[in-house]
């Protein structure tokens, strides 16, 4: 099918592109600025889409400008759906990246999709309003929304805190500052996540939400601890109360159950690579870059 993606320049649109192309897909980058509705209409029509997956967007949390966030998170993905519906042939498929932010801080977990949202920062905020958003155009196209969980592999930005320990360990720095050390995320494999959209496409429903995970969080001492034993460097780490967020999440880790269902009832199986053979895959793709 062809494909349109926003944001295929980016780390996950790297990826996904690869992962695409290998299925025998086409995958079409989208090229016009999603704040320029007129560029949007003309190059979405000429492009005449089967398949749309929306992947651009502000991601880093700590974003310096929070008004960015909903320029082009929620204002962005309305310009692009205006720009969809004006299609003669609308895409029959239509996926919308959110995020697990979304669901705040919960006393549940695994978090299913049935938690109510809480966002507590502006990034998780503009995701949720996106979400609401897109929700007045189901009547006119067949979109769906993803919540993908804490992800990373190689050629990921060291803004992020596993690139920047796979940097510090590749480097054999003698020492890092962090933040909280003991928060539990999922670091899955953007492999998974990226083979997961796919399958979506040809599955997905239109109006639902699912989690993109795989249900197993980690703490970053964890991780700091399996990347030491892979590497054989010791590496000191000291934590900056700079680098601790006032409204941090505390636990996130996501049920894979509402996904698992549909798609194995596909004929679809998740690969879900450990966290010691993504961190193998950085530390070699980062000791050659």
Same mark, same amino acid.
């Given at each position: ?19 695409? @192309? ?6 079409? #980058?989208? !090229? ?22 929306? %992947? ?24 692009? %759906?205006?720009?969809?519906?004006? +299609? ?9 990246? #959110? ?8 006393? !549940? #977990? ?32 067949? +979109? ?11 050629? !990921? ?23 909280? %050390? ?18 979506? +496409? #040809? ?58 269902? +549909? ?23 980062? @000791?050659?870059?």
């Amino acid at each position: 099918m062809r494909i349109l993606v926003t944001g295929a320049d980016g780390f996950t649109g790297r990826h996904f592109a690869a992962s695409a @192309g290998a299925c025998g897909h086409e995958v079409v #980058s989208l !090229q016009s600025n999603l704040t320029d509705l007129d560029a949007l209409i003309q190059e979405t029509a000429q492009v005449a889409p089967e398949a749309v997956v929306h %992947l651009a967007g502000i991601s880093f949390v700590e974003h310096a400008d929070a008004i960015v966030f909903y320029d082009v998170n929620v204002i962005g993905t309305l310009n692009l %759906l205006d720009a969809l519906v004006a +299609l003669e042939q609308p895409p029959g498929s239509v996926l919308l990246v #959110s995020s697990a932010n979304v669901y705040g801080n919960c006393k !549940q #977990s695994p978090i299913t999709e049935s938690q109510p949202p809480a966002p507590v920062n502006q990034y998780a905020m503009s995701k949720l309003a996106m979400e609401y958003m897109a929700r007045t155009y189901l009547d006119r196209l067949p +979109l769906f929304f993803v919540r993908p969980f804490n992800y990373t592999g190689p050629g !990921q930005n060291i803004n992020f805190v596993i690139p920047k320990l796979v940097d510090h360990f590749v480097r054999q720095a003698p020492v890092i500052s962090l933040g909280n %050390l003991h928060v539990e995320r999922e670091f899955n494999d953007v492999q998974m996540v990226c083979e997961t959209y796919i399958a979506l +496409l #040809s599955c997905g429903q239109p109006g639902e939400i699912y989690n993109v995970c795989s249900g197993r969080p980690y703490s970053l001492s964890e991780v700091i601890q399996e990347l030491t034993r892979i590497s054989n460097h010791d590496l000191r780490v000291e934590v900056n109360p700079a680098f601790v967020r006032p409204n941090e999440l505390h636990r996130l880790c996501g049920s894979p159950e509402k996904l698992l269902t +549909l798609l194995s009832g596909h004929g679809v199986s998740l690969r879900i690579p450990t966290l010691v053979d993504t961190l193998k895959q950085m530390l070699v793709a980062d @000791g050659k870059s």
